[in-house]
């Protein structure tokens, strides 16, 4: 379509001409057929996908329903006998990062509390309400959890607007008034750690791994977890996941770096 819009606009500037004329009427006609069959081509595509969709969800909600049928004493137990997870995941709340689907937990395996950008804030009991801390607390001291993973992922939505709002590009979030922005201040240590240290193109991705490191730093703040951890019933884990790729890196304590799991 660009291509005719140019070719118009060339015999245009040749003037009025029989021939020049019926050149153009051809030029518009065949930019409208092509309009029509580009449109035509859109709403074909989009009910495919639709379609697909349409497919997938069913697909899903069979899987579900064959794995529930198959598996009811499970369930049943899980229902009567209540909770036994051996971890607590902390992730993202970002609906791409499907913490049992990296793992292939079943229910029950994992308890799972996710917020933005999968941050722990640091041990501060001052009256108020805070709900990672509550989650926290409760994993450790009532299901007794033996392992408690820090979850990050790659293009993390609540990392750039952290990364943004450090940069002075994100004046909203500066405002005393924005939940998010206020979140993420427990990430500006992060920001602190890898600002001179990283290129453009390396920030969003480092600083992500920083919440993973922040978050693991301020969980030995909490005297539960850092008692549980010095008595060998509860071990720590950070754990960073490329979206795009399907990978998933580990961070070694001894290296100081995330490895290739």
Same mark, same amino acid.
């Given at each position: ?32 057929? $092509?309009? $029509? ?9 989009? $009910?495919?996908?639709?379609? %697909? ?15 529930? #049928? ?5 369930y049943?137990r $899980?229902?009567?006998e209540?909770? /036994?997870p ?9 609906s /791409? ?15 799972i509390h /996710?917020?933005? *950008? ?12 805070h ?7 409760? *994993? ?16 993390c939505?609540?990392? &750039? ?11 909203q979030?500066?405002e005393?008034?924005s ?9 500006r240590?992060?920001? %602190?750690?890898?600002?001179?240290? #990283?290129? %453009?193109?390396?920030?969003?991705q480092?600083?992500? &791994?920083? *919440? ?41 304590p001894?290296?100081? /770096?995330? &490895?290739?799991?």
């Amino acid at each position: 379509l660009q291509k005719f819009a140019m070719f118009s606009e060339l015999f245009s500037s040749f003037g009025d001409t029989p021939i020049i004329n019926t050149l153009g009427i051809i030029i518009c006609k065949c930019r409208q057929k $092509l309009r $029509l069959i580009a449109i035509k081509f859109y709403n074909l595509l989009t $009910l495919f996908r639709t379609f %697909e969709c349409f497919i997938d969800s069913r697909l899903r909600n069979t899987l579900c329903f064959c794995c529930f #049928s198959q598996n009811q004493a499970w369930y049943k137990r $899980l229902a009567t006998e209540g909770q /036994r997870p051996r971890a607590m995941i902390i992730s993202c709340c970002d609906s /791409r990062v499907h913490a049992t689907s990296i793992f292939g937990a079943e229910q029950g395996e994992f308890f799972i509390h /996710r917020n933005i *950008a999968n941050l722990v804030p640091p041990y501060s009991p001052d009256g108020s309400q805070h709900g990672t801390s509550a989650a926290v607390e409760y *994993a450790v001291t009532a299901l007794n959890v033996s392992q408690l993973i820090i979850l990050g992922h790659s293009n993390c939505g609540g990392v &750039k607007g952290c990364l943004d709002m450090c940069r002075g590009h994100a004046p909203q979030l500066e405002e005393k008034t924005s939940f998010v922005g206020r979140w993420m201040d427990i990430l500006r240590p992060g920001y %602190e750690a890898i600002k001179d240290h #990283s290129s %453009e193109e390396e920030m969003a991705q480092n600083l992500e &791994k920083q *919440a993973v490191l922040t978050s693991l730093t301020n969980l030995m703040t909490f005297p539960f977890v850092e008692k549980a951890v010095e008595n060998g019933s509860l071990s720590l884990h950070g754990l960073w996941t490329d979206i795009g790729e399907g990978s998933l890196e580990a961070f070694d304590p001894a290296t100081q /770096r995330f &490895k290739p799991v």
